[in-house]
Every structure is written in structure tokens, then in C-alpha cells.
């Protein structure tokens, strides 16, 4: 039997929002939900302008950038699930490789890449790739600079730091203020860590957002503003180079999927662990589960994910480095079958095993004809790299510093590599005709979190805010903490922890709503045409619906 342990997370992991005062928001014409209210509200305005969901999803990841600029940044990657009117369903992946110079030469006398600084930003960034590759299939007609005037206005005027964002700043600013480039001017510019209120402007950021509305996005590899970038890059020690950039391309593969009965399940593919949080629900699809928030039901999801993470970290990467298929073992109902009767209903699977770490932003919009957006982004770590670049303002990615300083094997570090990423967004649709977008920030705890608010609404009928809303759990290891238990979030009935405990899982109460737990968002389009949207009380975020 394992013993229970407590753990006081202190003001960073106390909820922005009471979670008993959310409810589900409902639309008609049209709904978003991102984790910052004020992304929300300029992914509305483009639909109320007559935009599309992949264009107010543009809206949304743009002003993230600027008012959520510690989990995410245009010096990121970004992956898109999108399904049309029309029910066709395809991915956009925003992923950048490894830079030409990525060797292990370059890494000489170091046992891992670094977390942070110029080593760090070893990858190109692919986010706005993803951007012009989704708006280039799609159907809206906004101009690119209606897109971006709201991240443009919020980064000019300013924005109210969050309590959250400011105790993550201030958490961060001992190992990243003396980075090279620009990070202490912009997000210390009186030389003391902002606080919750204090008004955080980023007039070089808003100038690059110009930029690319005025020469398109294809200049952030190839055009002027891209030289600049490589240039700022070069100075500062990051291997990325001009002709890094010029050669990068987003990638459209066909999204993962998986039935169960109670829809079909999609979410992205390798480099991606969009397997792994398919995988988890087809197990889980097979076992039984009691009642929702039961021990049976959080038992058999936590073993679901130890034999999905198992897979996960033997198989999945860089699909060019890949031998399994993943979509082939989602589509064989024996070995899901074989994998299902692993787990052991009464008993505990002995942990750890390697985890991965991650933050990043998760938003979804839908429109009035159909269209449903399921779209992540992320810089890795808070602040990325911590390089921020002096003459474009945009924060640089530290999505390489996962890789392996091996010759070979899984996520070893080779020029081009793309690298193991935690992202992946997640969409369903359903018989009745409905179709839900949903997914989190939190790395290790994306999978897990994600089959939590679909388990809790899909097979159990709960409404879509309480889903979020109520209490959560997380296997494995979050920032900062080397312990790999199973944490697990205040509100569940006693005998859920007891019985827990009692099958050897090793228990970690870790209070309220806590904001290691992610912070998630879904929508649903409802079979007659409507919405429903839900968000995150562990976040910033807000639902915006007309």
C-alpha cells in the first residue's frame, strides 16, 4: 500500500477564477475559448466581422502572443486540427527542425542541451507557418492585417500582467533576466519584476505583427523581417541560421484517429504524443469504469496512460526516425485489445518512467458554417529559451532542448530533427452530430487531462464547464519537481484517495484547483448549429460567443 502526502503549492497554483461561478457559455453564430480573456474576445470580433473559425483562431494565437507571452509566442511551434462544414478533417503541423548546426559537435562538453540561453534555441520556429498554411486552404476573406490588430493594439497600449503571469515572470526571472537579447528590457523594464496590474507593453513585437500583415507571413522565413531574425539569432549564439528558416516548410499530415463508442476521436500525428492521448481513450473504452470521479474511473484512466506513455516513449518522434505506425495500432482492435488487458482493475502498474515536460497555450474557435478549429502553441518552457530578440521582440523556443545527445536512437539530436513534442489538440465528432474541440497546456499532463474532460463529458454525460471545473489528477513530474507520484487535486469523495492509495498508487493530495493540472478549454458545436463553450478556472482564460 502507498502512503498519501500532502504538498503546499503556495499563491502561484490558487485558480483565477472560483471554479462554482463558471458555467457553460452558450452561442449561436459562433464561440471561442482560449486561456487569456482578451485572446477570446479578438477571436469573437473576427467572426462578428465575418471571419472563419481557422481566421479567428489566427486572432487568437496572435494576441496570445502578446498578453499570454509566458506560455506562448510567434517563436514557437503550433499544430492545428481543423474539421470543415463540409466533415472533412485534416492537420496542419507548424513544426520546426533542428538547426543545420545542430551537431553534437556543437554540444561538446555538455551532458544534455541546455534549458535555456542561445544553445536552447537550436530549432526553427513554426508557428507562423502554421498560420499561413491554415489560412492559405481556407475559404475566409479577412485581411491578415484585421487578423492581427488586436495582438497589435494589446502589444502598443499594454496589457494587465495576471497574477499568474506574474508569478511565473518573477519565479523565472533569476535564470533568465541575465539571458542575452532583450528579455529583462521587455518584461523588467524598471528593473524589478512586474506584478499583477503593472502594464506590460511590447511596441517591437507590435511592430513585427505590422511587419508581417504588410509582407505576409512567408517573410518570417524568407523576407526582410527573416534576416532580421537570423541576424538577432546569430548574435546572441543560437545555432538557427537565415538559411535554417528559408528552408523550413509546415507540414500537412492527415490527423491521427481513433472509434470508440461514443465518437471518433482525433488529434495530431508524430512528432506529436497526439497517439498517446488517442491511445489512453481507446483503452479506456475498453475498460470498466464506474461512476465518473470514481476510483474505478480514475484508476482505469491513470493505468490507461502508464501503458499509452509506455508506447509513447519507445516509438514516438521525428516520423522520418519512426518504424512504428501509430495510426496502424489504433485501427488494431486485438492489440488494443492485448494492451486493455494490462491493466489490472484492482492494481497499480509500478511507476515512473521518463516524463516530458511542457508548457503552452491550447484555444478553439467555431463558426456559424460548420468549421471547428482545434489549435496549440508553444514556446517549451515559460519564455522559451529566454532569448528574446531585440530587433523583432519575438521570444525564441527551447522546444530542442529535449533532444537526446546521443549518435542515435529515440529524439537524438541530428541537423533537421524535428523534436518529440508534447503538443497535440484534440477534436471528436460524434453520431448525433455533434463536434467538440478541446485540449490543454501542461505537458506530461496534456494526454492525461484530455482524457479527464472527454471521459467526464462523452461517456458520463457531465456538463462541459463542470468537466474542466472538477478536480484533476496528474501522473508524473511537473515544474520544478522531481517527484513522479500521482497528484492529485482536492474535491474528489475520501474514498477515492483511500481506495487509490490502496491499489499502490503513490498519492500526492496537492490541495485545490492547482495550475500544474493545465489549464483546459473545449467547445462543442451541438447538432441543431449552436455552441457550447467551456474554460479553465486554473487559467486567465474566458469563453467569447455571440
Same mark, same amino acid.
Given at each position: 500500500?502507498?502512503?498519501?502526502?500532502?504538498?503546499?503549492n503556495?499563491?502561484?497554483?490558487?485558480?483565477?477564477?472560483?471554479?462554482?461561478?463558471?458555467?457553460?457559455? %452558450?452561442?449561436?453564430?459562433?464561440?471561442?475559448t482560449?486561456?487569456?480573456?482578451?485572446? !477570446?474576445?479578438?477571436?469573437?470580433?473576427?467572426?462578428?466581422?465575418?471571419?472563419?473559425?481557422?481566421?479567428?483562431?489566427?486572432?487568437?494565437?496572435? =494576441? %496570445?502572443?502578446?498578453?499570454?507571452?509566458h506560455?506562448?509566442?510567434?517563436?514557437?511551434?503550433?499544430?492545428w486540427?481543423?474539421?470543415?462544414?463540409?466533415?472533412?478533417?485534416?492537420?496542419?503541423?507548424?513544426?520546426?527542425?533542428?538547426?543545420?548546426?545542430a551537431t553534437?559537435?556543437?554540444?561538446?562538453? @555538455?551532458? !544534455?542541451?541546455?534549458?535555456?540561453?542561445?544553445?536552447?534555441?537550436?530549432?526553427?520556429?513554426?508557428?507562423i507557418?502554421?498560420?499561413?498554411?491554415?489560412?492559405? =486552404?481556407?475559404?475566409?476573406? %479577412?485581411?491578415l492585417?484585421?487578423?492581427?490588430?488586436?495582438?497589435?493594439?494589446?502589444?502598443?497600449?499594454?496589457?494587465?500582467?495576471?497574477?499568474?503571469?506574474?508569478?511565473?515572470?518573477?519565479?523565472?526571472?533569476?535564470?533568465?533576466?541575465?539571458?542575452?537579447?532583450a528579455?529583462? !528590457?521587455?518584461?523588467?523594464?524598471?528593473?524589478?519584476?512586474?506584478?499583477?496590474?503593472?502594464? &506590460?507593453?511590447?511596441?517591437?513585437?507590435?511592430?513585427?505583427?505590422?511587419?508581417?500583415?504588410?509582407?505576409?507571413?512567408?517573410?518570417?522565413?524568407?523576407?526582410?523581417?527573416?534576416?532580421?531574425?537570423?541576424?538577432?539569432?546569430?548574435?546572441?549564439? =543560437?545555432?538557427?541560421?537565415?538559411?535554417?528558416?528559408a528552408?523550413?516548410?509546415?507540414?500537412?499530415?492527415?490527423?491521427?484517429?481513433?472509434?470508440?463508442?461514443?465518437?471518433?476521436?482525433?488529434?495530431?500525428?508524430?512528432?506529436?504524443?497526439?497517439?498517446?492521448?488517442?491511445?489512453?481513450?481507446? %483503452?479506456?473504452?475498453?475498460?470498466?469504469?464506474?461512476?465518473?470521479?470514481?476510483?474505478?474511473?480514475?484508476?482505469?484512466?491513470?493505468?490507461?496512460?502508464?501503458?499509452?506513455?509506455?508506447?509513447?516513449?519507445?516509438?514516438c518522434?521525428?516520423?522520418?526516425?519512426?518504424?512504428?505506425?501509430?495510426?496502424?495500432?489504433?485501427?488494431?482492435?486485438?492489440?488494443?485489445?492485448?494492451?486493455?488487458a494490462?491493466?489490472?482493475?484492482a492494481?497499480?502498474?509500478?511507476?515512473?518512467?521518463?516524463?516530458?515536460?511542457?508548457?503552452?497555450?491550447?484555444?478553439?474557435?467555431?463558426?456559424?458554417?460548420?468549421?471547428?478549429? =482545434?489549435?496549440?502553441?508553444?514556446?517549451?518552457?515559460?519564455?522559451?529559451?529566454?532569448?528574446?530578440?531585440?530587433?523583432?521582440?519575438?521570444?525564441?523556443?527551447?522546444?530542442?532542448?529535449?533532444?537526446?545527445?546521443?549518435?542515435?536512437?529515440?529524439?537524438? &539530436?541530428k541537423?533537421?530533427?524535428?523534436?518529440?513534442?508534447t503538443?497535440?489538440?484534440a477534436?471528436?465528432?460524434?453520431?448525433?452530430?455533434?463536434?467538440?474541440?478541446?485540449?490543454?497546456m501542461?505537458?506530461?499532463?496534456?494526454?492525461?487531462?484530455?482524457?479527464?474532460?472527454?471521459?467526464?463529458?462523452?461517456?458520463?454525460?457531465?456538463?462541459?464547464?463542470q468537466?474542466?471545473?472538477?478536480p484533476?489528477?496528474? &501522473?508524473?513530474?511537473?515544474?520544478?519537481?522531481?517527484?513522479?507520484?500521482?497528484?492529485?487535486?482536492?474535491?474528489?469523495?475520501?474514498?477515492?484517495?483511500?481506495?487509490?492509495?490502496?491499489a499502490? @498508487?503513490?498519492?500526492?493530495?496537492?490541495?485545490?484547483?492547482?495550475? *500544474? *493540472?493545465? @489549464?483546459?478549454?473545449? &467547445?462543442?458545436r451541438?447538432?441543431?448549429? !449552436?455552441?457550447?463553450?467551456?474554460?479553465?478556472p486554473?487559467?486567465?482564460?474566458g469563453v467569447?460567443?455571440?
Amino acid at each position: 500500500m502507498r502512503t498519501l502526502k500532502s504538498q503546499d503549492n503556495g499563491p502561484a497554483h490558487k485558480p483565477a477564477t472560483s471554479a462554482s461561478e463558471m458555467r457553460t457559455v %452558450l452561442g449561436e453564430r459562433g464561440i471561442v475559448t482560449a486561456p487569456h480573456h482578451l485572446a !477570446s474576445e479578438a477571436g469573437l470580433s473576427v467572426l462578428r466581422d465575418g471571419g472563419s473559425a481557422v481566421e479567428a483562431c489566427v486572432a487568437v494565437a496572435a =494576441s %496570445l502572443a502578446v498578453v499570454y507571452p509566458h506560455m506562448t509566442g510567434i517563436g514557437g511551434d503550433g499544430f492545428w486540427v481543423i474539421r470543415e462544414a463540409d466533415g472533412r478533417i485534416h492537420g496542419i503541423h507548424g513544426c520546426g527542425g533542428a538547426a543545420g548546426t545542430a551537431t553534437l559537435d556543437l554540444y561538446a562538453g @555538455h551532458d !544534455s542541451v541546455p534549458w535555456r540561453g542561445p544553445l536552447a534555441a537550436n530549432t526553427v520556429a513554426g508557428t507562423i507557418s502554421a498560420w499561413e498554411a491554415a489560412l492559405a =486552404s481556407d475559404s475566409g476573406t %479577412l485581411p491578415l492585417s484585421r487578423l492581427v490588430a488586436d495582438a497589435i493594439a494589446h502589444a502598443e497600449a499594454g496589457v494587465a500582467v495576471t497574477a499568474g503571469g506574474a508569478e511565473i515572470a518573477a519565479a523565472k526571472g533569476p535564470e533568465l533576466r541575465n539571458q542575452p537579447g532583450a528579455w529583462a !528590457s521587455t518584461f523588467e523594464p524598471e528593473g524589478r519584476p512586474l506584478v499583477a496590474g503593472d502594464v &506590460l507593453r511590447q511596441p517591437v513585437l507590435a511592430e513585427t505583427l505590422r511587419r508581417l500583415a504588410q509582407d505576409g507571413l512567408d517573410s518570417f522565413y524568407r523576407g526582410a523581417l527573416g534576416a532580421d531574425i537570423a541576424a538577432d539569432l546569430a548574435e546572441l549564439g =543560437s545555432p538557427v541560421s537565415a538559411a535554417d528558416l528559408a528552408a523550413h516548410q509546415a507540414t500537412r499530415p492527415a490527423p491521427l484517429r481513433t472509434i470508440t463508442r461514443h465518437g471518433t476521436l482525433f488529434n495530431s500525428a508524430p512528432p506529436t504524443q497526439g497517439a498517446a492521448s488517442l491511445l489512453i481513450l481507446a %483503452l479506456f473504452d475498453r475498460l470498466a469504469a464506474g461512476d465518473v470521479d470514481s476510483f474505478e474511473h480514475v484508476h482505469a484512466l491513470v493505468e490507461a496512460t502508464k501503458q499509452a506513455f509506455l508506447w509513447r516513449d519507445r516509438h514516438c518522434g521525428d516520423v522520418a526516425y519512426m518504424e512504428d505506425d501509430p495510426q496502424a495500432l489504433l485501427d488494431n482492435a486485438a492489440a488494443l485489445d492485448t494492451m486493455a488487458a494490462q491493466v489490472d482493475p484492482a492494481h497499480a502498474l509500478p511507476w515512473p518512467q521518463p516524463t516530458q515536460w511542457g508548457d503552452t497555450c491550447w484555444f478553439g474557435a467555431a463558426d456559424a458554417k460548420g468549421q471547428v478549429v =482545434s489549435c496549440i502553441q508553444s514556446t517549451y518552457f515559460e519564455f522559451g529559451s529566454g532569448l528574446v530578440l531585440p530587433r523583432t521582440g519575438i521570444t525564441w523556443q527551447n522546444r530542442g532542448a529535449s533532444f537526446r545527445l546521443a549518435p542515435s536512437g529515440w529524439n537524438a &539530436l541530428k541537423p533537421g530533427r524535428k523534436p518529440f513534442h508534447t503538443l497535440n489538440p484534440a477534436l471528436a465528432t460524434f453520431d448525433d452530430g455533434r463536434v467538440m474541440a478541446y485540449g490543454t497546456m501542461g505537458g506530461e499532463g496534456q494526454p492525461q487531462t484530455q482524457a479527464a474532460l472527454f471521459s467526464r463529458y462523452a461517456r458520463f454525460g457531465t456538463d462541459l464547464q463542470q468537466a474542466i471545473s472538477s478536480p484533476r489528477w496528474l &501522473l508524473g513530474r511537473t515544474w520544478g519537481d522531481q517527484s513522479t507520484t500521482l497528484k492529485i487535486e482536492d474535491g474528489f469523495a475520501p474514498e477515492v484517495y483511500d481506495r487509490l492509495a490502496a491499489a499502490g @498508487h503513490d498519492v500526492e493530495r496537492v490541495g485545490g484547483l492547482t495550475a *500544474m *493540472m493545465g @489549464h483546459a478549454g473545449a &467547445l462543442v458545436r451541438l447538432a441543431d448549429g !449552436s455552441f457550447a463553450g467551456a474554460t479553465d478556472p486554473r487559467s486567465d482564460g474566458g469563453v467569447a460567443a455571440w
